[in-house]
């Protein structure tokens, strides 16, 4: 049996250099469901139109994470000097986002893209970047999305503070990988993030994406274009046309 640390977080280090790798590995998964998810989806967005979606959901990646990691240090260093673990957090913050805060993002972004249309600006509907793509519109529609995810971090950090007893559910699905603080690590930070960020990854590109996108807009040039499959020398070719058309 290993013995517990004398620091309440020593076991779980959310920003070593282990805890970056781990970081690393979960955005390179991120990378690879957005592209098994452009593969399958149809009809199928253009390049230059995927990459603008994902760009859009990687910059809300970073700020999201950057407020797990906020959240997670500051209600895993109880100021009444009760034991705590950055683990059980940082396990709740994952749990808590690719669950209940896929549907608060979903509510709010809506409801804050209503409320900015109605108010009159324009190029903010989601997915739609004009006739040529528009980077302006780009803009507006990342910064309403990440407006939103900080809303539902919000709503989550709330969640925390109006039911402390989520930290003693977090340890009691966390209890078989209490005597041994490695494990612990590798299942927090590695296994579930691996499985839970890959649902949210496809269900956020869903919400993200122009839904109103038709068949009529793909040119054959982007319809060849698999991300999966080696692309030929025509392809290629039409590939790099349109990401310079953007």
Not at 10 to 39: E, M, N, P, Y
Not at 205 to 213: A, G, P, R, S, Y
Request: aromatic share 10%; proline share 5%; net charge neutral.
């Amino acid at each position: 049996m290993v013995e517990p640390p004398n620091d309440p977080d020593a076991g779980c280090k959310l920003l070593d250099g282990f805890a970056i790798i781990i970081q690393i590995l979960l955005a390179s998964s991120a990378l690879g469901t957005l592209v098994v998810k452009r593969a399958r989806e149809r009809p199928q967005r253009p390049v230059n139109i995927w990459l603008l979606d994902v760009g859009k959901q990687f910059s809300g990646a970073i700020v999201i994470h950057g407020l797990n990691l906020l959240v997670s240090y500051s209600r895993g260093r109880p100021h009444h000097g009760g034991p705590s673990n950055l683990c059980v957090w940082y396990f709740l913050n994952v749990g808590v986002d690719t669950t209940v805060g896929v549907w608060l993002l979903w509510v709010i972004l809506r409801s804050l893209q209503w409320s900015l249309m109605r108010a009159g600006v324009t190029g903010i509907r989601t997915g739609d970047y004009g006739t040529p793509p528009s980077i302006l519109n780009w803009i507006k529609q990342t910064i309403i999305f990440i407006v939103s995810l900080v809303g539902m971090k919000s709503c989550v950090y709330g969640l925390f503070r109006l039911c402390p007893w989520l930290f003693d559910f977090g340890e009691w699905v966390l209890r078989w990988t209490r005597d041994n603080y490695r494990t612990q690590v590798v299942f927090v930070m590695l296994i579930f993030p691996l499985c839970m960020n890959a649902f949210q990854i496809w269900v956020i590109d869903t919400i993200v994406k122009n839904k109103l996108f038709s068949v009529e807009e793909i040119t054959e040039a982007d319809e060849r274009t698999r991300l999966l499959v080696e692309p030929n020398h025509n392809t290629t070719e039409s590939t790099a046309t349109t990401v310079e058309n953007l």
